[in-house]
């Protein structure tokens, strides 16, 4: 069974084809990063456009990089949300027509999950159980897979998301947008040791995570400091480490606390490399098995909706596909 998959939640437009929810046979993604870069951020509104732009002539390239002709797809899944409205409407729109037109069943995919299914997706061995962590530019959530199309959530952030933390922090380090990729390049030259930035705990929940607090604290320093001259390397490298050190330590302790020796990651921040190496270190220590999907498979990407929305289909999972931007895990 032959899926094309639509994804346009932010500022990817990607669309994939992948057989029998398994097998890659395309994965086209395009990147509106350089049209958003010199405003620091996504915007909304030249988002949908580009998107609008774009989106025919990307799943063009997805069938015809695939090898298969339209008369092959056995289905159409997309992206239904959590995204900006406006982006997540254009590939659902598109969707609905291409699946109307050729009278084949239409999934509508929660984007979380995707990034879940990821690991499926890039790794034959994965069995379930296994804790996730699911860690972009507007998520944080760590919780256990028991089943496909089960999800349990065990902790979220009550404030910045991991990603967003990073954009936060590189524009206050004067690094660009987006921020992750800019502060893993300089902070390969500091001392992650330089200083010791908070690593803030949520009272009554243990798997809760917070990192407004260590923005905070960044730009404290920053201020009380900059007159004697700043050392960058060294303040991207400690503040990078404080953010890996909640995600992997408080993640480690779920795996330890529900005795699920199987750990994987998706979203942006999941392409980290001080993340990687930390979390292969101490889930080593700890006899827990690491899954992380290749770099293309943690950020946006079509394949993770259309290797899902083989399972919806196929399992009948659950039909909607309507737009909803705030759809939670
Ligand atoms: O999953 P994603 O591509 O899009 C969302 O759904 O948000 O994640 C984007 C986020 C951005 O905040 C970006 O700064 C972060 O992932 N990111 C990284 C790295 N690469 C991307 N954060 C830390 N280190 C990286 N190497
Ligand atoms: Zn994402």
């Not at 607090?213 to 960044?218: D, N, S």
Request: hydrophobic share 45%.
């Amino acid at each position: 069974m032959k899926i094309l998959g639509i994804e346009t939640s932010c500022d990817e437009t990607s669309a994939a084809v992948v057989s029998g929810g398994k097998r890659i046979l395309s994965n086209v993604i395009s990147s509106q990063v350089d049209i958003h870069r010199r405003f620091g951020g996504v915007v909304p509104e030249i988002a949908s456009r580009a998107h609008l732009e774009s989106i025919e002539s990307i799943v063009d390239i997805a069938i015809q990089s695939a090898g298969i002709r339209i008369a092959d797809i056995d289905g159409v899944a997309v992206t239904r949300g959590p995204g900006l409205i406006g982006a997540l409407l254009v590939g659902i729109s598109f969707a609905e027509a291409f699946a109307e037109s050729i009278n084949k069943p239409l999934a509508g995919v929660n984007h979380l999950h995707a990034h879940v299914y990821a690991n499926l997706l890039s790794e034959d061995s994965l069995k379930m159980p296994f804790i996730w962590l699911i860690v972009s530019g507007g998520h944080t959530l760590l919780g256990i897979s028991r089943d496909i199309g089960e999800y349990e959530l065990l902790g979220t952030t009550v404030d910045d998301a991991a990603g967003e933390a990073f954009d936060k922090v590189s524009k206050l380090l004067g690094l660009g947008y987006p921020g992750g990729p800019a502060i893993q390049k300089v902070a390969a030259g500091g001392n992650p040791l330089f200083i010791n930035f908070p690593r803030a705990k949520v009272k009554r929940n243990p798997y809760f995570f917070s990192f407004s607090g260590l923005k905070t604290a960044v730009l404290y320093y920053i201020k009380e400091n900059e007159k004697s001259g700043l050392d960058i390397p060294s303040i991207a490298a400690s503040f990078q480490e404080a953010v890996v050190d909640v995600l992997v330590s408080r993640t480690i302790e779920a795996s330890v606390k529900y005795g699920i020796n199987r750990v994987v990651l998706g979203g942006g921040v999941a392409c980290n490399s001080r993340l990687r190496e930390k979390f292969s270190a101490d889930c080593g220590k700890n006899s827990i098995e690491l899954f992380i999907p290749p770099f293309d498979l943690c950020t946006d990407n079509a394949a993770m909706v259309a290797g899902l929305g083989f399972e919806i289909i196929n399992r009948g999972l659950n039909a909607g596909f309507h737009a909803d931007p705030n759809l939670k895990i």
